[in-house]
């Protein structure tokens, strides 16, 4: 009696992984949805659904790579880390510059509206919110702190990492993954001031 072995990468096209691997290369998260810019509207991301159904191939699979694949409930997006050093300087640059604009946004924003408006496509960062953004001297002096140029090189670094869609010239809405750092990074320094 032969007996017939199935091996996980028989099951998944290579097309749809290697796509998979080349988005946590670039140190984006994969979010449940991503923004169709053909639909107009948040749709479920296939890359997510397939990882989420074959969780236990693709975290054996970055394993083997040298990272760990992580799943935030929560924020319902992938993340990859490097298994061989959490104080990695370049994931803590990375990490500080992501938490500043994302802080520096919820700080604008929550002076002009609801901050739950930011993962909205109804609402989001219009046109005006960054003018107002780019106004500021004192963030555009942080910015360059973080060797970020301007606003707009800020923007384009979290729309790098899948952190915000821009919908537009000049239009974006933060992902859900954005919004679950936000709200943490807001109740992390809710609770430091209130100590």
């Given at each position: 009696m032969e007996s017939t072995v199935v091996y996980s990468f028989d099951e998944i096209p290579y097309t749809k992984s290697t796509a998979?691997?080349?988005h946590f290369s670039q140190g984006k998260v994969l979010n449940k949805q991503r923004y169709d810019e053909i639909q107009g509207c948040l749709v479920d991301d296939d890359l997510f659904t397939l990882v989420f159904n074959?969780?236990?191939?693709?975290?054996?699979?970055f394993k083997h790579m040298g990272y760990e694949l992580k799943f935030d409930e929560e924020?319902?997006?992938?993340s990859t880390q490097d298994l061989r050093d959490s104080s990695n300087d370049e994931s803590d640059d990375n990490a500080m510059k992501i938490q500043a604009i994302l802080l520096f946004v919820g700080r604008y924003y929550s002076t002009v509206g609801d901050?739950?408006?930011l993962e909205d496509p109804m609402f989001g960062l219009k046109e005006s919110d960054v003018d107002a953004l780019k106004q500021d001297h004192m963030l555009a002096s942080s910015l360059k702190a973080l060797r970020l140029e301007n606003?707009?090189?800020a923007l384009e670094?979290?729309?790098s990492r899948s952190l915000i869609f821009k919908m537009s010239k000049d239009?974006?809405?933060?992902?859900?993954?954005?919004?679950?750092f936000l709200t943490r990074l807001i109740e992390a320094h809710t609770e430091f001031v209130n100590k």
């Open positions: 998979i691997y080349r074959k969780i236990k191939h693709f975290k054996l699979f924020g319902d997006f992938f901050l739950a408006q606003w707009d090189k670094y979290l729309s239009q974006y809405i933060l992902s859900k993954a954005a919004m679950t």
